[in-house]
């Protein structure tokens, strides 16, 4: 570098023809007409703009302006040009800042943003970023739009990208932008509203409000929205903002309280930045309850249309709800809010209570949709785990996620309702797929889309592609103990011991005190080869009506079986046996078949899994791919296993 060198206050721009390699490839003559036309308008109209050429390279030129107001009508003034026949396809990217001028050489970060704004540009179109706009937003006559934030490759800091809004010019839709980084999605939680009515009844219609916030937010596809499940873990827990901001990975909080008082109702709404506690707006509602879900849909809307505004979402990016979603009467709303919440609590119990609520609900409303497709999840989970007899849930399920299509088809929750019947009711893993990609194309931010077309992945034993899915759902969900025990089963049935046990320890250091945690750890650590850390879990005393002390037996009886302790695993497996007799489950068999498995007694696990098959266990289906049933599937009896299930051996990967 030499003496002369000197920094400077500068706009740079670069601009690149498109497609001009493949041109040469195609013809040769007319790619270097276009490319000398390129140059001949450059040098015609950049010193007009008090600007310098400051080289040409190849197919593309770097130019310096000492302001961005000529920069920015120098750039319009050439894609106008440029448009003219015959047509060049150039795209312009700008950035404003400091820069070190060394003869004809330029240096510096502002270079750097400037070349990888103009990547992210599309033919016709003039990209620029926020400092570009910071110096020419007082002027009304230059209009532009805002395409959000974007990560630009080898830059540390998220950089706002606006586009040039004139009628000669391509304005590019955001969401099919493609370069040198990728595009940054705001970040936000919806935290529970706070009942602060007397009647501890309005508890219910406060969460609805947060409930109808996030579902409206959910679907902007440039936000990245927390999902329920994690939100609402903090519920009364007055922990710090930042602190929240923090465990669930995002940079904005939304809170709120609601007085229900008679006929009217307050909402207050505070959206805070989670990196210092600040509020960056906040917002009064006082309505009247005439049509409680008028009042929600209004202020859901109006916050959100703030939200946006603030967080630099467009418009245009916006899912409408689907149209049968909401309910018709109150009372159906907050018996529906109930369902939910045992629904969430993710147990057996839990979910049996979810369904009574939900049957409640429909029964004063049969057209509420979302009841039907939760209602479905419900069956189905308690008949896919045979905690409830097949029979008497799966056609149940079945049944509620065709309601819920009939009544409103775009409501992804019941496509994934379906795909969730055909894995256990039909194993049909084929429609199930078609199930799961119509429920993607509708909204493919929905978490519970994300946990139940993982169930089909892992059956199908795609477990890679399962593990990536996971990995999505825990950044929208990152306090759910269902995202992290799957994704630390899906690594554990590919090889990636290591991943599955810091998974499965992140989700124990949240979660403590789940038994259930503890159980899918101890699986992990008998896949690892851990067996003394097993053993310190599985030796623990459950009481005999915790509804997983069979299943905490069968994994003592392969953990004595990994140890060579064939008598004490033997008699872990005549012990389920007995148990099925005296409390019968279906889940039974799938255990009995695991144990008698380990200990290579595939007659037996045969006998069982045809048990399984005739009482339609749902969850059988994961013999197909699951680790500790490798031996069952290479023995002589799985085939006539395949064979009664009605399922293509295509699908068993080991």
């Known amino acids: 570098m030499s003496s002369h060198a000197k920094r400077q206050l500068l706009t740079v721009m670069f601009s690149d ?3 001009y390699s493949l041109l040469m490839n195609e013809n040769e003559e007319y790619a270097l007409q276009l490319r000398n036309r390129m140059e001949h308008t450059l040098q015609l109209l950049v010193p007009g703009f008090n600007g310098s050429i400051q080289h040409f390279y190849g197919d593309g030129a770097l130019c310096l302006f000492p302001s961005s107001v000529e920069a920015v009508l120098c750039a319009a003034a050439i894609q106008e ?50 400092k570009v706009y910071d110096d020419i937003k007082n002027h009304t006559s230059i209009k532009v739009k805002s395409l959000g934030q974007f990560r630009l490759k080898n830059i540390q800091h998220e950089i706002a990208l606006y586009a040039l809004d004139h009628p000669a010019l391509t304005v590019p839709d955001p969401k099919t932008l493609e370069g040198k980084g990728y595009r940054e999605k705001r970040s936000i939680a919806i935290l529970p509203f706070v009942n602060m009515s007397p009647d501890p009844e309005n508890e219910y219609f406060s969460d609805g409000i947060s409930e109808e916030l996030l579902n409206t937010l959910a679907r902007e596809t440039a936000l990245k929205v927390t999902a329920r499940t994690s939100s609402f873990a903090f519920k009364g827990t007055n922990e710090d903002m930042r602190s929240i ?109 979810a369904i009574e609520y939900f049957k409640q609900a429909l029964d004063i409303d049969p057209q509420f ?75 493919p931010n929905n978490t519970a889309y ?23 759902a825990i950044e929208l969900d990152p306090v759910s103990i269902i995202a992290h025990t799957y994704l630390a089963e899906m690594h554990i049935a590919y090889g990636q011991s290591e991943k599955a046990l810091a998974t499965i320890n992140k989700i124990q250091n ?21 067996l003394e850390e097993a053993e310190d879990i599985l030796m623990a005393q459950l009481p005999e009506g915790h509804p997983l002390f069979k299943d905490y037996v069968a994994c003592r009886g392969v953990l004595f079986s990994k140890k060579g302790d064939l008598d004490r695993a033997r008699k ?27 200990l290579q007694y595939y007659e037996q696990a ?22 500790m049933w490798k031996g069952f599937r290479r023995s002589s009896y799985f085939k006539g296993v395949l064979k009664k299930m009605g399922v293509s051996g295509k699908w068993v990967r080991n």
């Open 369 to 443: 949709a979302r009841a039907w497709a939760f209602l479905s999840f419900c069956y189905s989970f308690l008949g896919a785990s045979g905690n409830l007899p097949a029979e008497g849930s799966l056609p149940y399920a079945k049944e509620a996620a065709e309601r819920a299509l009939a009544l409103d088809e775009g409501l992804e929750l019941a496509h994934c309702a379906l795909g969730v019947v055909y894995i256990f009711l039909d194993w049909d893993l084929d429609a199930a797929g078609k199930a799961f990609q119509r429920a993607r194309a509708i909204n």
């Open 81 to 130: 040009k440029l448009n003219e026949a015959p047509a060049v396809p150039v795209r312009i990217g700008l950035h404003a800042g400091d820069v070190l001028l060394d003869g004809n050489n330029v240096y510096g970060e502002s270079v750097n943003v400037a070349s990888r704004i103009e990547s992210f540009s599309v033919s016709g179109a003039v990209l620029f970023s926020e």
């Open 17 to 19: 023809m498109v497609g």
């Open 510 to 530: 949240l979660h403590p005190e789940s038994e259930y945690v503890r159980w899918v750890k101890a699986c992990i650590l008998l896949e690892t080869g851990m």
């Open 245 to 353: 901001g923090q465990k669930l990975g995002v940079e904005t909080i939304l809170e709120g309280s609601v007085r229900k008082a008679g006929n009217r109702v307050r909402i207050t709404a505070q959206l805070i930045n989670a990196e210092d506690g600040y509020h960056l707006f906040s917002e009064t509602y006082e309505r009247t309850l005439d049509d409680i879900f008028a009042v929600q849909d209004e202020i859901s809307a109006d916050i959100a249309n703030k939200l946006k505004a603030r967080l630099g979402v467009t418009e245009q990016e916006h899912q409408s709800e689907p149209a049968g979603s909401s309910p018709a009467k109150l009372e159906a709303y907050n018996l529906y809010l109930k369902g939910l919440f045992h629904w969430n609590q993710y147990s057996p119990e839990a979910a049996v209570t």
């Open 450 to 472: 994300m946990y139940t077309y993982s169930l089909l992945l892992r059956a199908e034993g795609r477990f890679e592609e399962g593990a990536r899915l996971l990995e999505t």
């Open 572 to 598: 872990c497996l005549n012990r389920l046996k007995k148990m099925h007799e005296t409390a019968p489950r279906d889940n039974d068999f799938f255990d009995i078949g695991m144990l008698a498995t380990q």
């Open 606 to 627: 045969y006998q069982a899994t045809l048990e399984a098959i005739d009482r339609r266990l749902g969850g059988i289906i994961f013999i197909l791919n699951h680790p």
